[in-house]
C-alpha cells in the first residue's frame, strides 16, 4: 500500500495531519463557514462541537472533498493532508480512500454484511486474503462475535447500533489514516453509542479521529482536542455564518473556556 | 368533557366510499375475466368450425387462411412477434438503461432538466406516426447502406420495425429506470464515494444493484409493450406471415395478423374471423408468461434498502 512519506518514515511524524488555514466555504452565494484555521492532531481524537448550522459537517466534509458532491458548494483557502495541498486540484477519489468517513445515519449497503464490509476494499483493488481481511475489520469494529454466523446475511437486518459498526468495520476495511464521523451516535441507544466510544478510543492509536457531536458529555468523554464552532453574531444580512470561536485541549475548553460564547455554548445558554 | 356525537350518515358514508373503492378494483378484475372469457368462448369456436387440432395451431409453421385447406399455424407470427420484441429489445434495453443512469447520476441539473421531459415526449407520439417514420426514414436509410453491399431490402421489412420499435420503448425504459435510480437514498451513494469509490463504481456497483428490480420491471414492461405493437409493426415490416432469420424481408406478427384479419373481408363467423380470437388468446397468454417471468425475476433479485 502507498503510503505518504510523512506516515512512513518512523519516528518523526508530523504531529498535524490535517490543517486548514482561512477556509470559507460558500453554498451558492451563501457563506457558511468564514476563515477557519485550525490543524488536527495525530493519532488524537478531534471534537467538533457548536449548535445546529454552525458548519460542522460543512467542515468535516471538506476534509474528504465530499461537498464536490454538493452541486453550487464552492471553498477558498488551504486545506492541507499530510502537508499536502488538497483544497486545490487533487482527484478527491484517491484522498477519500485516506480519509474514511462515518456518517450520522447508519447507512450499510443493501448487500450482505460481508459484501458490505468486502465492497470498498474490493474496488480499491485489495489483492489479500478478503475473508481475512473482513474478520479483521468486524472484529477492529466490535462486531465480529455479533456476525460471525451470519456473514451472509443482509446489512440492513442488523439493529441500527450494529449496522453503525458495521459501517465503521466498512470504513476500517479501506485502511484509512484518518476516520471522519459526523454524529456517528445520534441515532443509537446509550449502549451501543457506549460501544461505539469505546472502540473509538481503541482505534485513536492507528488512526485519528474527527468526531461531529452534539453531545457535550461524549465530547468531553471521547476527545483529546474540541473546536466550537459558532455562529457569527455580525452577520448582516440576517444569515449566519459558522466561525470557529475557540480550539483547545478538550478538559481545558470545557473546565476553562477562554471564549464567552463557548462557555454559553458548553453550559447550555446558548444553541 | 363531552365529545360531539359522530352524525350516523359518516358511518354510512365511510362505507360507501369503501365500496366504491373496491368496485373501482373489481372492474379491473371483471375486465380481465371477461377478456379471456369472451376470446376463450370464441377460440372454441374456431376450433370447432375450422376443423383443426390444438397441436395443428400451435405448432404449425404455415398460415394461409385463404388456401384450400386454409393453414391457422400460428408459429411464423409467433415467430415475427418474437423477432420484434427482441429486435427493438436489443435497441431499447441498453440506450434506455444507460440514459437512465446518465440522468440520474452524471447528468448537470440542467441538462436534465430538458432531456428528461424530451425522452417522455418521445412517448407521447401516436404510433402510427411511428410507422410513416419507418417506411419515409428509417428504410430509405436502410437501403442506402446495405444495398451498396449487396443486399435487398424490402420495403417493409422487420428490420426498420425493430428500430422504430425500439425507439419507441427507449422512454419506458429511460424514464422509469431513472426514476427508480434517483430514488435510490444519497446516503448509500455518499457512503460508496465516501469509500474512495469512482462515479462509475457508485452508478454500477451500489445504484444499479439497489435499484435492480425496478429496472428489470421496466425492461419487461418494455417488451411486453413491443409484443403488443401494432400499427407502427404494420406501417415497418408489412404482413408475410414466414418464419425468416432475414431481417430485410417482410414479417408479420400476431398483433398485425389480427389487423389483416379484422381489415380484410373475412365474414362473421368463419374460421378464418373465428382465428383472431385464438391468436388474441395465444398473444395474451405471452403477456401473461412476460409477466409472471418478471415476477419471478423481482422475487430473485431483490436487494431492497429500507
Ligand atoms: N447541501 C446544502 N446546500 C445548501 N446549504 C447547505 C447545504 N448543507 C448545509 N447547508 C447550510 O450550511 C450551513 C451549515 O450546515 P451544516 O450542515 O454544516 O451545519 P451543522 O453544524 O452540521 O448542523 P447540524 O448540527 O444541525 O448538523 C447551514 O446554514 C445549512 O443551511
Ligand atoms: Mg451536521
Same mark, same amino acid.
Given at each position: 500500500?502507498?503510503?505518504?512519506?510523512?506516515?512512513?518514515?518512523?519516528?518523526?511524524?508530523?504531529?498535524?495531519?490535517?490543517?486548514?488555514?482561512?477556509?470559507?466555504?460558500?453554498?451558492?452565494?451563501?457563506?457558511?463557514?468564514?476563515?477557519?484555521?485550525?490543524?488536527?492532531?495525530?493519532?488524537?481524537?478531534?471534537?467538533?462541537?457548536?449548535?445546529?448550522?454552525?458548519?460542522?459537517?460543512?467542515?468535516?466534509?471538506?476534509?474528504?472533498?465530499?461537498?464536490?458532491?454538493?452541486?453550487?458548494?464552492?471553498?477558498?483557502?488551504?486545506?492541507?493532508?499530510?502537508?499536502?495541498?488538497?483544497?486545490?486540484?487533487?482527484?478527491?477519489?484517491?484522498?477519500?480512500?485516506?480519509?474514511?468517513?462515518?456518517?450520522?445515519?447508519?447507512?450499510?449497503?443493501?448487500?450482505?454484511?460481508?459484501?458490505?464490509?468486502?465492497?470498498?476494499?474490493?474496488?480499491?483493488?485489495?489483492?489479500?486474503?478478503?475473508?481475512?481481511?473482513?474478520?479483521?475489520?468486524?472484529?477492529?469494529?466490535?462486531?465480529?462475535?455479533?456476525?460471525?454466523?451470519?456473514?451472509?446475511?443482509?446489512?440492513?437486518?442488523?439493529?441500527?447500533?450494529?449496522?453503525?459498526?458495521?459501517?465503521?468495520?466498512?470504513?476500517?476495511?479501506?485502511?484509512?489514516?484518518?476516520?471522519?464521523?459526523?454524529?456517528?451516535?445520534?441515532?443509537?441507544?446509550?449502549?451501543?453509542?457506549?460501544?461505539?466510544?469505546?472502540?473509538?478510543?481503541?482505534?485513536?492509536?492507528?488512526?485519528?479521529?474527527?468526531?461531529?457531536?452534539?453531545?457535550?458529555?461524549?465530547?468531553?468523554?471521547?476527545?483529546?482536542?474540541?473546536?466550537?464552532?459558532?455562529?457569527?453574531?455580525?452577520?448582516?444580512?440576517?444569515?449566519?455564518?459558522?466561525?470557529?470561536?475557540?480550539?483547545?485541549?478538550?478538559?481545558?475548553?470545557?473546565?476553562?473556556?477562554?471564549?464567552?460564547?463557548?462557555?454559553?455554548?458548553?453550559?447550555?445558554?446558548?444553541? | 368533557?363531552?365529545?360531539?356525537?359522530?352524525?350516523?350518515?359518516?358511518?354510512?358514508?365511510?362505507?360507501?366510499?369503501?365500496?366504491?373503492?373496491?368496485?373501482?378494483?373489481?372492474?379491473?378484475?371483471?375486465?380481465?375475466?371477461?377478456?379471456?372469457?369472451?376470446?376463450?368462448?370464441?377460440?372454441?369456436?374456431?376450433?370447432?368450425?375450422?376443423?383443426?387440432?390444438?397441436?395443428?395451431?400451435?405448432?404449425?409453421?404455415?398460415?394461409?387462411?385463404?388456401?384450400?385447406?386454409? *393453414?391457422? &399455424? %400460428?408459429?411464423?407470427? =409467433?415467430?415475427?412477434?418474437?423477432?420484434? @420484441?427482441? $429486435?427493438?429489445? +436489443?435497441?431499447?434495453?441498453?440506450?434506455?438503461?444507460?440514459?437512465?443512469?446518465?440522468?440520474?447520476?452524471?447528468?448537470?441539473?440542467?441538462?436534465?432538466?430538458?432531456?428528461?421531459?424530451?425522452?417522455?415526449?418521445?412517448?407521447?407520439?401516436?404510433?402510427?406516426?411511428?410507422?410513416?417514420?419507418?417506411?419515409?426514414?428509417?428504410?430509405?436509410?436502410?437501403?442506402?447502406?446495405?444495398?451498396?453491399?449487396?443486399?435487398?431490402?424490402?420495403?417493409?421489412?422487420?428490420?426498420?420495425?425493430?428500430?422504430?420499435?425500439?425507439?419507441?420503448?427507449?422512454?419506458?425504459?429511460?424514464?422509469?429506470?431513472?426514476?427508480?435510480?434517483?430514488?435510490?437514498?444519497?446516503?448509500?451513494?455518499?457512503?460508496?464515494?465516501?469509500?474512495?469509490?469512482?462515479?462509475?463504481?457508485?452508478?454500477?456497483?451500489?445504484?444499479?444493484?439497489?435499484? *435492480?428490480? &425496478? %429496472?428489470?420491471?421496466? =425492461?419487461?414492461?418494455?417488451?411486453?409493450? @413491443?409484443? $403488443?405493437?401494432? +400499427?407502427?409493426?404494420?406501417?415497418?415490416?408489412?404482413?408475410?406471415?414466414?418464419?425468416?432469420?432475414?431481417?430485410?424481408?417482410?414479417?408479420?406478427?400476431?398483433?398485425?395478423?389480427?389487423?389483416?384479419?379484422?381489415?380484410?373481408?373475412?365474414?362473421?363467423?368463419?374460421?378464418?374471423?373465428?382465428?383472431?380470437?385464438?391468436?388474441?388468446?395465444?398473444?395474451?397468454?405471452?403477456?401473461?408468461?412476460?409477466?409472471?417471468?418478471?415476477?419471478?425475476?423481482?422475487?430473485?433479485?431483490?436487494?431492497?434498502?429500507?
Amino acid at each position: 500500500m502507498d503510503r505518504p512519506a510523512a506516515t512512513v518514515a518512523s519516528g518523526r511524524l508530523d504531529p498535524v495531519v490535517l490543517a486548514t488555514k482561512a477556509l470559507s466555504v460558500w453554498y451558492g452565494s451563501t457563506l457558511a463557514l468564514r476563515e477557519i484555521t485550525i490543524a488536527i492532531p495525530r493519532n488524537k481524537i478531534t471534537a467538533l462541537i457548536g449548535p445546529s448550522g454552525c458548519g460542522k459537517s460543512t467542515l468535516l466534509r471538506c476534509f474528504n472533498r465530499m461537498n464536490d458532491l454538493i452541486q453550487g458548494a464552492r471553498m477558498k483557502g488551504d486545506v492541507t493532508f499530510d502537508g499536502e495541498l488538497i483544497s486545490g486540484e487533487i482527484d478527491p477519489v484517491v484522498l477519500r480512500r485516506r480519509i474514511g468517513m462515518v456518517f450520522q445515519k447508519p447507512n450499510p449497503f443493501p448487500k450482505s454484511i460481508y459484501n458490505n464490509v468486502a465492497w470498498g476494499a474490493r474496488i480499491n483493488g485489495y489483492r489479500g486474503d478478503m475473508d481475512d481481511l473482513v474478520e479483521r475489520s468486524l472484529r477492529r469494529a466490535a462486531l465480529w462475535d455479533e456476525v460471525k454466523n451470519k456473514l451472509h446475511h443482509s446489512g440492513l437486518d442488523l439493529s441500527g447500533g450494529q449496522q453503525q459498526r458495521l459501517c465503521i468495520a466498512r470504513t476500517l476495511a479501506v485502511e484509512p489514516e484518518v476516520i471522519l464521523m459526523d454524529e456517528p451516535c445520534s441515532a443509537l441507544d446509550p449502549i451501543s453509542t457506549a460501544r461505539v466510544e469505546d472502540l473509538m478510543d481503541d482505534l485513536k492509536n492507528d488512526y485519528t479521529i474527527v468526531i461531529v457531536t452534539h453531545n457535550m458529555q461524549q465530547a468531553r468523554r471521547v476527545s483529546d482536542m474540541t473546536a466550537c464552532l459558532m455562529l457569527d453574531e455580525a452577520a448582516s444580512d440576517g444569515h449566519r455564518t459558522g466561525i470557529l470561536a475557540e480550539f483547545s485541549p478538550t478538559d481545558l475548553l470545557f473546565t476553562n473556556p477562554k471564549d464567552p460564547r463557548t462557555e454559553a455554548y458548553i453550559t447550555g445558554r446558548i444553541g | 368533557m363531552r365529545w360531539p356525537r359522530r352524525p350516523r350518515y359518516l358511518a354510512w358514508l365511510e362505507s360507501g366510499v369503501s365500496a366504491l373503492l373496491f368496485l373501482c378494483a373489481f372492474v379491473t378484475v371483471l375486465t380481465t375475466i371477461g377478456i379471456v372469457a369472451v376470446l376463450g368462448v370464441q377460440t372454441v369456436g374456431f376450433f370447432r368450425i375450422a376443423r383443426i387440432g390444438i397441436t395443428d395451431f400451435l405448432f404449425g409453421v404455415v398460415l394461409k387462411p385463404d388456401a384450400r385447406p386454409p *393453414l391457422f &399455424g %400460428v408459429v411464423p407470427i =409467433f415467430w415475427g412477434t418474437m423477432i420484434v @420484441a427482441i $429486435g427493438s429489445s +436489443m435497441i431499447a434495453l441498453p440506450i434506455g438503461l444507460l440514459s437512465a443512469i446518465y440522468l440520474s447520476e452524471y447528468a448537470p441539473r440542467k441538462a436534465r432538466a430538458i432531456l428528461k421531459p424530451t425522452l417522455e415526449l418521445l412517448a407521447g407520439v401516436p404510433t402510427i406516426v411511428y410507422g410513416y417514420f419507418a417506411l419515409m426514414l428509417v428504410t430509405p436509410v436502410l437501403r442506402a447502406l446495405l444495398e451498396p453491399l449487396g443486399l435487398r431490402v424490402e420495403t417493409f421489412n422487420a428490420l426498420s420495425a425493430c428500430v422504430v420499435v425500439g425507439v419507441m420503448i427507449i422512454p419506458l425504459v429511460s424514464s422509469l429506470s431513472e426514476d427508480v435510480l434517483s430514488s435510490v437514498p444519497r446516503g448509500l451513494r455518499e457512503a460508496a464515494y465516501g469509500l474512495g469509490a469512482t462515479k462509475f463504481e457508485v452508478s454500477t456497483r451500489v445504484v444499479l444493484p439497489a435499484g *435492480l428490480s &425496478g %429496472v428489470l420491471a421496466s =425492461f419487461i414492461l418494455a417488451i411486453s409493450r @413491443a409484443v $403488443g405493437e401494432t +400499427m407502427a409493426v404494420v406501417l415497418a415490416a408489412g404482413m408475410r406471415p414466414q418464419i425468416t432469420l432475414n431481417p430485410l424481408t417482410s414479417i408479420e406478427t400476431m398483433t398485425t395478423y389480427i389487423v389483416q384479419v379484422i381489415g380484410g373481408e373475412a365474414s362473421y363467423g368463419t374460421a378464418k374471423y373465428l382465428s383472431l380470437f385464438a391468436v388474441g388468446l395465444s398473444l395474451f397468454a405471452v403477456t401473461l408468461v412476460l409477466n409472471i417471468i418478471s415476477g419471478l425475476i423481482l422475487r430473485h433479485f431483490r436487494e431492497a434498502y429500507q
